[in-house]
């Protein structure tokens, strides 16, 4: 607490060309990395496309962090890679050196943990942020269960634990935030950033400070979240309860 979270703008582009376009409306806003949503890619890149897309956006971006994220379908995005080829496209990403974050699913790491365990060891290895994370997009688990997620992204070596869960009501919201103070007291030094989606976790995002979170995603045009709020706002919110909270900028 006391830390302004960092403001993480998703791209999710169907081609390089609208990505370059979304960048471009990036100039002038108030944001500190940037997410590339694969699973954005109308058509699935060969190998030598997929790098040249990500060098195109690294150099494009200047020196804004790049944090990497495949979304499959299984965790409410809308790529269908099979484990072999998901792993093989992190693997490309964390060898090309253009990026600085990378999301893992943990189901990926828990079902197929042969085959990612070289991914979260090359990360470390490179210095490459691990963000493990994991989302359900029909509602919000009991406070156990999302402390057991919690507990083996650290165990998988996490060095950001991430995870979004729909809110139906604002007990739901309340649930994320008490979830946000018990993880970060068991291990202080890992980032968190915990969200309720939708309407009724709006909350969540606003206090993003209040619970201790590294960084919130803010929307450029259509958000790639419920309840994502535009840039502009997310840091006038961030700006305000920063002051409120009695911390200098
Ligand atoms: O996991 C998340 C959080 C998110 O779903 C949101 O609700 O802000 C947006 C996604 O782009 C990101 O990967």
């Not at 919690?150 to 008490?178: H, N, P, T």
């Amino acid at each position: 607490m006391g830390i302004k979270p960092k403001i993480c703008v998703p791209l999710m582009g169907k081609d390089l060309h609208e990505l370059n376009a979304l960048i471009k409306k990036l100039t002038g806003a108030t944001f500190d990395l940037v997410e590339w949503r694969v699973d954005g890619l109308e058509v699935t890149p060969s190998d030598q496309e997929f790098l040249r897309i990500l060098k195109d956006l690294r150099t494009h971006l200047g020196a804004a962090p790049i944090l990497l994220t495949y979304r499959t379908a299984l965790e409410g995005g809308n790529g269908d890679l099979d484990p072999e080829h998901y792993c093989n496209l992190l693997k490309m990403a964390i060898q090309s050196g253009c990026v600085d974050l990378l999301d893992v699913e943990l189901q990926m790491i828990e079902n197929h943990y042969v085959l990612m365990n070289p991914c979260l060891l090359e990360c470390k290895k490179r210095g490459i942020e691990l963000v493990i994370s994991k989302h359900d997009f029909k509602g919000t688990p009991s406070l156990k269960v999302l402390e057991s997620w919690a507990d083996k992204m650290r165990y998988f070596g996490a060095d950001v634990l991430k995870i979004a869960v729909m809110a139906e009501s604002k007990s739901d919201a309340l649930k994320v935030m008490a979830l946000s103070e018990l993880e970060n007291k068991k291990s202080p030094e890992l980032q968190t950033v915990f969200i309720a989606m939708g309407n009724a976790g709006l909350i969540t995002r606003y206090a993003a400070e209040f619970m201790g979170s590294a960084l919130v995603f803010a929307s450029l045009d259509a958000g790639t979240g419920p309840g994502q709020m535009p840039i502009k706002q997310t840091s006038d919110a961030l700006d305000l309860l920063h002051q409120i909270m009695g911390f200098e900028n």
